[in-house]
């Protein structure tokens, strides 16, 4: 069984650039998450989705970040533009949505921007 | 849970000897608690996970972890590590009438010393 697939996985971008990020979760889970890591630290929740619903969105930056999951699958987060402060490593995790549930990740997409 | 610690950065340790990483977390209620290891370049991955009943969980590669009540404490622990070990390990905790939102700690390096 295929696990959460994110592409691409290293992104080089120059500031004010607009950049995307594309989620494919695991068959079946209709919850989706997206994580900001920076170095040296845990995941911080940007966005959750419940089906093609955001249900959590209280920490994505709204002036330049944006998300979508068309027909409750894939997803896509997008920055535009860029800063240099949003150089991180950008995580897709996707579960089942129950209480306890393991949450799944995907490998990540590292970004850079300069 | 308003927050998780992890109070080491890193833990070297050398090769075959035993290891405990050290989580602790502050909550009121019933929670959900979660150890995920992160190997170079890759996306998160459960060990093992604490939802109720025996407070010694086991988890993969000889891992296990036991919840403290009373010292809100969830620290994962092996008896004799090995060299494919070096990881960075996280721990996570839900409240269990959450909006099933998982709070990071920082993380903890462990270095295998040879």
């Known amino acids: 069984e295929a696990g959460v697939v994110q592409s691409p996985r290293y992104k080089i971008i120059e500031k004010k650039q607009p950049v995307a990020f594309w989620c494919n979760p695991i068959?079946?889970?209709?919850?989706l998450y997206w994580y900001l890591q920076n170095l040296g630290q845990g995941p911080e929740l940007l966005i959750r989705?419940?089906?093609?619903?955001?249900?959590?969105d209280s920490q994505l930056p709204k002036d330049r970040f944006s998300a979508e999951r068309l027909k409750g699958v894939d997803s896509t987060l997008k920055i535009q533009p860029a800063e240099l402060g949003d150089s991180a490593v950008y995580l897709c995790?996707?579960?089942?949505?129950?209480?306890?549930?393991?949450?799944?990740f995907g490998a990540g997409t590292r970004l850079s921007v300069l | 849970a308003q927050s998780v610690t992890q109070l080491d950065s890193q833990v070297p340790v050398f090769e075959e000897a035993p290891v405990e990483l050290r989580c602790n977390y502050s909550s009121s209620v019933s929670v959900y608690l979660f150890w995920y290891v992160q190997y170079p370049n890759q996306g998160l991955q459960l060990l093992l996970k604490y939802l109720s009943g025996s407070t010694l969980v086991k988890g993969i590669n000889g891992f296990e972890a036991e919840f403290n009540k009373s010292q809100t404490s969830f620290h994962l622990r092996k008896p004799s590590v090995h060299i494919s070990d070096t990881a960075e390990y996280f721990c996570?905790?839900?409240?269990?009438?959450?909006?099933?939102?998982?709070?990071w700690g920082a993380g903890t390096k462990l270095i295998i010393k040879p």
């Open positions: 996570a905790v839900s409240e269990v009438d959450s909006n099933y939102q998982l709070i």
């Open positions: 068959s079946g889970h209709n919850t």
């Open positions: 989705y419940e089906n093609e619903e955001a249900v959590d």
């Open positions: 995790a996707s579960s089942l949505g129950r209480p306890g549930d393991i949450q799944y």
